[in-house]
């Protein structure tokens, strides 16, 4: 049988073509798909994180036509275009549907799978392949940072509590968390009572750079080993100096801190954004036994530092903050460098919380975040930085040195954005501020359908 010009063929052709040439479905599938994701690309608003140009994306999308194809083969034999419509109506796509109708008898076999392929990545496929390239980029829910303040914890204290005995209070008073008396027993017999006096002599190691480059590092490394439905364990062989050299701590009593921020983490139960309450990790340690034989840090990371976590929130706390590979090189004195990275840290928070405003025109261009001289002071002032050590930072931040690349880029005078060395994590901003824009928009355009410009706000007890 002569191989089908598909380009040509009119629609009605499907069924038959199906049936003779099922070697060729594979291929025509793949095509198909590859246009379609061509076409969503230049529709959609900006450029999502290897969304479109993930293989990942192709493979999803080319078996999903594989799999549709029968379905719609029996609708085009049973009525032809309107057959084609009715289905795409079915799927959800209307306006691909009222396009079909028009175009009518015009459609060729390519055309049509085209089509297939196009409304089957907007209404089905797109959402999970998207959930997927948003997991390969470590982040952390941003629900997580506003109730337990993870990655910019400051200086927290212990308070003696009568309902909750002793718990972790930030700045303002809120609680972080409460100590596990089930996990005190496991915590080391040197640090009891370093445990015990936490308030005057450990609290203050969740808001240290050590703290910082251990957080980076369980996320990372979380994302780097996770495999859907098993929470990875984390092994160092060398203990605590080994595991504060692989968080990338040099300081002289590196390990010592590492290993006092890792067993407050470990006996404090965090309140997590899901309701529930756990531990952001898990510690295990195995000393060394015998010649030849090493001390193992065990670190198991809580569920809410593993990738799908955001997932099991409601829709509307979905949102991510993306955590950079390398912390920002560090300036001003050695006992401020904690606050300065939990400055660099509520940045890109506020980055995330006002992403749309980092959106440029329908081409995509990044305009950065506006942050007035004012906006710098009021995220300094939470991080506790000094005012000679924020200036410090901002000139060393916007280009690359000798000790690291630059951590921001100015687009203007007052507007900033991630420097080239984290163009994934701009990305991802970027790819969520076109998403709110887009869903803002599609909010107004229903409004005005409904002849209003908002929900309709009803009186007390009327339905």
């Known amino acids: ?92 796509s209307k306006a691909a549907a009222a396009q079909t109708r028009k175009d009518g008898a015009g ?23 998207e959930r997927e390239a948003i997991q ?7 629900p997580l940072v506003d109730s337990a303040r993870v ?15 002793r718990v972790l209070v930030d700045g303002a008073g809120t609680t972080l968390a409460a100590l596990d008396v089930d996990r005190v027993p496991c915590v080391p017999a040197d640090l009891l009572d370093k445990l015990e006096a936490w308030g005057r002599s450990g609290a203050d190691l969740l808001g240290s750079l050590h703290a910082h480059r251990l957080l ?32 990338g701590c040099r300081s002289n009593k590196a390990d010592e801190k590492v290993r006092d921020v890792v067993c407050c983490l470990d006996a404090h139960r965090f309140n997590f954004p899901d309701g529930s309450a756990g531990r952001l990790l898990s510690l295990s340690y195995r000393p060394a036994r015998g010649r030849g034989s090493r001390a193992v840090v065990s670190l198991t990371p809580g569920a809410p530092l593993l990738p799908g976590y955001v997932f099991q929130l409601r829709i509307p706390d979905r949102k991510v903050v993306p955590v950079l590979a390398e912390l920002p090189p560090m300036v001003g004195r050695e006992r401020d460098h904690g606050v300065v990275a939990e400055l660099h840290w509520r940045v890109l928070v506020d980055m995330r919380r006002r992403c749309r405003e980092m959106v440029g025109d329908v081409h995509g ?62 990305r991802v901003l970027l790819h969520y501020g076109w998403k709110e824009a887009r869903g803002s928009e599609r909010g107004k355009r229903s409004a ?11 009186r007390k007890g009327q339905r």
């Open 151 to 165: 990655g910019a914890w400051g200086k927290p204290r212990a308070v003696d509590t009568p309902v909750h005995g």
């Open 107 to 129: 459609l060729t076999v390519a055309r049509s799978l085209c089509r297939v392929a196009l409304a089957l990545w907007w209404e089905r496929v797109r959402a999970r392949t």
């Open 216 to 247: 980076r590092w369980l996320i990372w490394e979380a994302h780097d080993r996770h495999q859907p439905g098993h929470a990875p364990i984390l092994e160092v062989a060398g203990g605590w100096q080994a595991l504060a050299r692989a968080v």
């Open 1 to 92: 049988m002569a191989p089908v010009d598909l380009e040509a063929a009119p629609l009605v052709e499907l069924s038959a073509w199906l049936e003779g040439s099922p070697e060729d479905v594979p291929g025509a599938a793949l095509e198909a798909a590859g246009e379609a994701l061509r076409i969503a690309a230049g529709q959609d608003v900006g450029e999502a994180p290897g969304l479109y140009q993930a293989p990942r994306a192709l493979e999803t999308l080319t078996a999903a036509v594989k799999a549709d194809l029968p379905a719609v083969s029996v609708a085009v034999a049973e009525a032809g275009d309107a057959g084609l419509a009715r289905w795409l109506e079915a799927l959800g």
């Open 136 to 142: 390969r980029w470590p982040g952390i829910p941003l």
């Open 365 to 426: 261009v990044d305009l950065g975040l506006p942050l007035s001289p004012r906006d710098w002071r009021g995220l300094a002032d939470l991080a506790r930085v000094p005012s000679r050590t924020l200036v410090e930072a901002l000139q060393r931040w916007t280009r690359d040195g000798s000790d690291g690349p630059a951590f921001l880029r100015r687009v203007s005078q007052d507007r900033f954005t991630l420097a080239s060395a984290h163009d994934g994590a701009r």
């Open 448 to 458: 005005r359908a409904r002849g209003g410009t908002g929900p309709v706000r009803r």
